[in-house]
C-alpha cells in the first residue's frame, strides 16, 4: 500500500524558479525522506527530517513537516538544468522497511 | 569509498528461469534492502537483511528471496521468472536498520524478462 503520495505528479518550470513538491503520508512515522532519480538510475538521499523537527535545510534545498497534516514539502530555489530529475518522499511506518510514493517528474526549461 | 556496487548491470531471462542479484554494500553499513522498480512507478520494498538475518519482508512471493553473507555483501533471488518481473531492482545499504537511517542506493540492475 502506498503511504507516501506526492503531488503533483509532474511539474515544468524555468531555470531560475522554485519548485515545490508535496508529500502526503497515512500513518505515524519516526522520519520522512526525500530522493532524487536521475533518468532510471539509483536514487541520491538527499534530506532526512525527523518527525520532532519542522525545517530543514540543505544548500538550495529546504524541506518542512507538519506532522499534525500528515504533510511534507520539497522546495527546490534558484532551479538549475542538473535539477530535473525524479522527486520520492519515502517513511517508515516502522524500522523494517522504508515506503517510497509515486514520485514528482521535474523538468527544468532553459 | 566505494558506494554501492551492484551486479550484473543488465539482464535478460527468460520466463520460468532464476535469477540472482547482487549487492555489496558500502564499507561499515550492515544494513541491505531490496526495492524493485517498475517504470513510472516508485520503489517497492522487497526485503531488510541486518546483521544478516531477516528485518522485514515486503509483499511480494515466496518466489523472491534474499540473504546477507558475513560480510554484509547480499543477494536477491527470484525463481520462475515472470513478464511482471522485468524491473530495476535496487540494492541499498545504510548503517543501521532500514527506515531509520537514510539510505544508499546502487545503481540498480535492470532486468529484462521475455
Redesign the interface.
Known amino acids: 500500500s502506498q503511504q507516501g503520495e506526492e503531488d503533483p505528479q509532474a511539474l515544468s518550470i524555468q531555470e531560475g524558479e522554485n519548485a515545490t513538491m508535496n508529500c502526503s503520508y497515512k500513518t505515524s512515522i519516526n522520519n520522512l525522506q526525500w530522493y532524487r532519480q536521475n533518468s532510471g538510475r539509483g536514487l541520491v538521499h538527499l534530506i532526512l527530517i525527523r518527525s520532532n523537527e519542522r525545517e530543514k535545510h540543505s544548500g538550495r534545498l529546504r524541506v518542512t513537516l507538519d506532522t499534525s497534516k500528515k504533510s511534507s514539502s520539497l522546495l527546490i530555489t534558484a532551479s538549475r538544468a542538473a535539477d530535473t530529475a525524479s522527486y520520492f518522499c519515502a517513511t517508515g511506518p516502522g524500522a523494517q522497511k522504508l515506503v517510497f510514493g509515486q514520485g514528482t517528474r521535474l523538468t527544468i526549461n532553459p | 569509498d566505494a558506494g554501492?556496487t551492484q551486479s550484473p548491470t543488465h539482464l535478460i531471462k527468460t520466463r520460468g528461469q532464476h535469477v540472482t542479484l547482487r549487492c555489496s554494500p558500502i564499507s561499515g553499513h550492515k544494513s541491505v534492502?531490496w526495492?524493485q522498480?517498475v517504470?513510472?512507478?516508485?520503489?517497492?520494498?522487497i526485503f531488510?537483511y541486518y546483521e544478516k538475518e531477516e528485518?522485514?519482508r515486503?509483499n511480494f512471493p515466496d518466489r523472491f528471496s534474499a540473504r546477507q553473507f558475513p560480510n554484509y555483501s547480499s543477494e536477491l533471488n527470484v525463481n520462475a521468472l515472470l513478464l511482471g518481473d522485468s524491473a530495476?531492482y535496487?540494492c541499498?545499504s545504510s548503517l543501521g536498520?532500514?527506515?531509520?537511517?537514510?539510505?544508499?542506493?546502487?545503481?540498480?540492475t535492470?532486468l529484462t524478462v521475455t
Open positions: 554501492v534492502s526495492y522498480q517504470l513510472g512507478q516508485g520503489p517497492q520494498f531488510q528485518r522485514g515486503g530495476l535496487l541499498a536498520q532500514g527506515a531509520y537511517y537514510e539510505q544508499y542506493f546502487g545503481p540498480g535492470r
